[in-house]
């Protein structure tokens, strides 16, 4: 396999999944030793041979190759001292030898500088790897009143409360990702699966119908994931029609719900469905159990 | 008509045409590299600052989605007391309210351009990137009117309207000449207005030689503009009209997930449109 890779193509391949952000560290560090091992794979690589070397040295810090990320470390140090990507970097070297050292190199760059926001952002994801979740919420919440565009940021903090069972206000820190990123149905999935969860099942229901409108007619992926939502609160709901709303949300009619509920059966069988005749949707037999057996209840 | 009469040296042109324009390029790449050299890295916000911009940008994205908001009711209230009462409060400022001896509220003073060194270091910068824009035409504009005061440099291949006369024959008071003759000193004018778009290929399209201060910088426009968004707005203010807007938001605030469940089944077909 390696043989039919060219240098133009690997490096290519790796600006794409730099781009997109992939962490894909085993290929990355594959093909980035590829390039390395030609003779004027640095070369070819021109000016954006730093970004190169900052993409391998994270990537080789993720699947444990020390030695390689100190040696592009070293280089990106060598050209840019000072640099607060470097830094960064630096730190993240620690990170894999010792967490409590990290964290005061962190906490030295962050007194140097107060809006270093990669190194605040480490030092938060440190503190979560201590498991110091008390500190880690504090300093996260703190971030994120500075930088409150900070999306990612959002969703960790809702990552970490949910960790800790704090479901209603991981719903918040959702509440401002949904407010920063409306159109994107992965968070309103997550909103909707995490308000199921912390047993608002009204509200629930219609962020998981407000995932399939966000999807137009795709019933792929997060959409067929939200129809499974619908189909499972239809069910709660139409057993416990008093369910609790923290968030005060209006139940919906009876007849609604029926309906709610055809259709969330329909179109899961629908997406489990094939066109050819031999072909069977892999987990075709559980869905039909599962939409069988509730079916009865209905 | 008198122009076509007219005959024009060709060494005109290569002595004096082509090398206004040559030498203006050059100024212009030569001044694009001095305002590289002269750039003071871009000064650091504070934390506090961040977080006064950001606040308001936050009461920006709230307002602005409510209309179909993502929330439900409960959330948006909270997030909108929230936001109001900190902003009332001035939570927000990275300078807190003074008060004063009878605790009212003195607004805190805008602070003058002249007393913070902070905003005296941006005024000389741009008072910096002005003089490079500006010396160099002034010393092109001399040249040209030292020596090549009153030529005809070019004819224009396309007739034009009289109007056009005081545009391109600045400085040649000759009331008959065809208007598609080109004087020098309109020449200069022609080419520093009209280069902007062979810098922004030679240079890239952020370069500091064709900024859009061209026309502020030009010793013609009056260049007492005040920067309309600076460090040095009263955040106070802003922050109090951030949250009255807020509160008229809260009245045209709609949830997304409101009567979700018949527009689902209504594109599904479940019930008649």
């Known amino acids: ?298 | 008509m008198a122009g076509e009469s007219l005959y024009l040296d060709p060494q005109i042109r290569d002595w004096v045409l082509f090398p206004i324009t040559l030498v203006m390029i050059l100024v212009g790449i030569l001044r694009n590299n001095v305002v590289q050299l002269l750039a003071s890295s871009p000064k650091k916000q504070s934390r506090k600052a961040t977080r006064e911009q950001r606040a308001l940008l936050r009461s920006q994205i709230l307002r602005n989605t409510a209309k179909a908001s993502p929330l439900p009711p409960s959330f948006f209230e909270a997030h909108t007391n929230e936001l109001v009462t900190a902003f009332q409060e001035g939570k927000y400022l990275s300078k807190p309210i003074e008060v004063d001896e009878n605790g009212n509220k003195i607004a805190p003073n805008p602070t003058s351009m002249l007393t913070d060194p902070a905003a005296m270091e941006g005024m000389m910068g741009n008072m910096k990137n002005q003089m490079v824009m500006m010396v160099p035409q002034m010393i092109i504009m001399g040249w040209i009117n030292f020596f090549f005061q009153g030529f005809v440099l070019i004819k224009l291949p396309f007739p034009l309207t009289l109007g056009f006369k005081s545009m391109l024959q600045r400085g040649i008071d000759t009331p008959d000449m065809d208007v598609r003759w080109v004087s020098s000193l309109s020449w200069y004018f022609l080419n520093w207005f009209g280069l902007n778009g062979l810098y922004r290929v030679l240079l890239g399209s952020d370069n500091a030689a064709t900024d859009k201060r061209d026309l502020a910088s030009s010793p013609f426009a009056t260049t007492g503009a005040a920067p309309a968004a600076g460090p040095n707005q009263d955040f106070n203010k802003i922050f109090i009209g951030e949250s009255e807007s807020l509160q008229i938001a809260e009245g045209i605030y709609k949830w997304a997930g409101e009567g979700i469940e018949e527009r689902i089944l209504r594109k599904y077909g479940k019930i008649p449109a």
């Open chain 1, 1 to 298: 396999m390696a043989s039919s890779l060219t240098v133009p193509q690997a490096i290519q391949e790796l600006k794409i999944a730099q781009a997109r952000g992939h962490r894909d560290s085993n290929e990355i560090v594959r093909k980035g030793l590829f390039v390395l091992e030609q003779k004027n794979g640095l070369k070819m690589l021109g000016e954006d041979v730093w970004d190169f070397l900052e993409q391998m040295a994270v990537a080789a810090l993720d699947i444990g190759q020390l030695e390689l990320a100190d040696d592009c470390i070293q280089r990106l140090a060598e050209q840019f001292p000072k640099s607060p990507r470097v830094e960064v970097l630096q730190g993240q070297r620690i990170e894999a030898k010792d967490l409590d050292m990290a964290i005061k190199y962190y906490e030295t760059l962050l007194d140097a500088d107060e809006t270093n926001v990669a190194a605040w952002k480490r030092l938060i994801s440190v503190l979560r790897q201590q498991n110091k979740m008390d500190r880690c919420i504090s300093e996260l919440t703190e971030f994120l009143d500075t930088f409150y565009s900070d999306l990612e940021g959002w969703l960790e903090l809702a990552d970490i409360y949910a960790s800790v069972n704090l479901y209603t206000r991981s719903l918040q820190a959702l509440s401002h990702a949904l407010l920063l990123a409306p159109q994107n149905p992965f968070h309103t999935l997550h909103f909707a699966e995490t308000a199921y969860t912390a047993n608002d099942i009204p509200l629930a229901i219609r962020y998981f119908l407000r995932t399939t409108e966000l999807c137009g007619d795709d019933s792929r992926g997060v959409a067929r994931r939200a129809w499974f939502g619908v189909r499972l609160c239809t069910k709660h709901l139409t057993l416990h029609p008093d369910s609790p709303s923290e968030s005060a949300t209006k139940p919906m009619s009876t007849s609604s719900l029926n309906a709610l509920g055809e259709l969330a059966t329909e179109r899961l069988l629908a997406a489990y469905s094939s066109t050819s005749e031999k072909a069977v949707v892999p987990g075709r037999k559980e869905v039909l159990k599962l939409l069988g057996g509730s079916g009865t209840s209905r």
